[in-house]
């Protein structure tokens, strides 16, 4: 079997926190790798964003991602993407032209990937799946504001329409499917995003800290994430001027590109007017590989958004045996064990989040028994459960592989 993958709008293998660069990146290079080993191959279909790039880069010897020219080759706004969708569908069709390569499921990944899937899927007559990620009209509910445009939510409609099959991270994102663009609840599937476990595990938290410089402060919370506003960072730095101990609590925030983001430079500001600098680093983008680390640092991972369709990192932390305090909304809602492997919170008040992270901060055994099952609570989410579930709705959809035949 043989899939084609597309990802216009961001390249897999930029890393993610930066930019609009996050956990989709994780998702379609872990799955690839997994798919690879179910014996199935693999081509992923990226947009150009940098001049010096090759044209087709070999992954592994079952995963290729290829680089296809729409556009200025450079970080461009995602309107301007919705623009160059022509030119990248001309020249996508022209590369398998060229190529050869036959394919039996085309696999897209947010709105703008899936409308060029929809126009793939006419041109090579084979099945279609979608994974938005992300819904326009969710997040513009969760923002209470029109955050983004009509032209996103009118194709997300058209997409989930005319596509064979969406999938899906969690039970909410199907209701949210079906409630708010009318998807067919059969046409729907959920199947859960994993995390690596192999490189997410607990392990000595003194020496993390020792590794990050933290060893003089009483307790370390976690902040990962890009730098957007509906991530909830400003909610946590006001959370932060009602925690004791100014001189013993370290944030650390990770993501972004350190001085370089308007979101990053309104965030440093608003550290110094809330005089809490003291308390607070910014750390910029981290290599993923480099994440346990700081997971391991941390007393608390403390995830604030305003939505998630998964909550990538809550699974990473809890893998980690760190507990997390994070929003009810999205996969968080499922993930985090309220009581259990963290806390769930509803109301958007800093000083609700604040009660919670002083309860957690200061509670040594409530901490230690949360920190004790979270690892457990999210073995579930590995990629090799998400990969054969995607496995048995493609072969369903093409109809030309028996369940028992890879």
Known sequence: MRIAEISVHSCPQRSPGTGDVGGMNLYILALANEMNK??????????????????????????????????????????????????????????????????????????????????????????????????????????????????????????????????????????????????????????????????????????????????????????????QPFKGLELLLHAMTYLPNHGTTRLLVVGGNAGKSDELKKMNSLVNELGISSMVGFVGAVEHDKMPTFYNAADICVVPSYHESFGMVAVEALASGTPVVASRVGGLAAIVKDGETGYLFDERSPELLATYLCLLMRENEIRESMAGAARQSVLKYNWSSTANGLLRVYRELSGKFPADVQ
């Open 38 to 227: 179910l014996g199935v191959q693999v081509d992923i279909f990226a947009r150009r964003h940098d001049p010096d790039e090759p044209e087709i880069i070999n992954i592994n010897e079952r995963t290729r991602l290829i680089h296809i020219n729409a556009g200025e080759a450079k970080d461009i706004s995602k309107t301007e993407i919705y623009n160059c969708l022509p030119e990248f569908q001309a020249n996508l069709t022209a590369f398998l032209q060229r190529d050869g390569a036959k394919y039996d499921i085309i696999r897209s990944h947010y709105w703008t990937s899936g409308l060029v899937g929809e126009q793939l899927k006419k041109e090579l007559g084979i099945p279609h799946v979608v994974t938005f990620h992300t819904l326009g009209a969710v997040k513009n509910r969760a923002s209470g504001i029109a955050e983004e445009p009509e032209l996103r939510i009118q194709s997300e409609k058209e997409i989930v329409a005319s596509v064979d099959c969406i999938v899906t991270s969690t039970q909410e994102g199907k209701n949210n499917l079906v409630q708010l663009y009318q998807s067919p609840p059969e046409k729907v599937r959920v199947i859960p995003a994993g995390v690596d476990l192999d490189l997410f595990h607990p392990s000595d938290r003194e020496e993390a800290r020792r590794e990050l410089d933290l060893e003089e402060y009483r307790r370390v919370l976690l902040f990962a994430g890009r730098l």
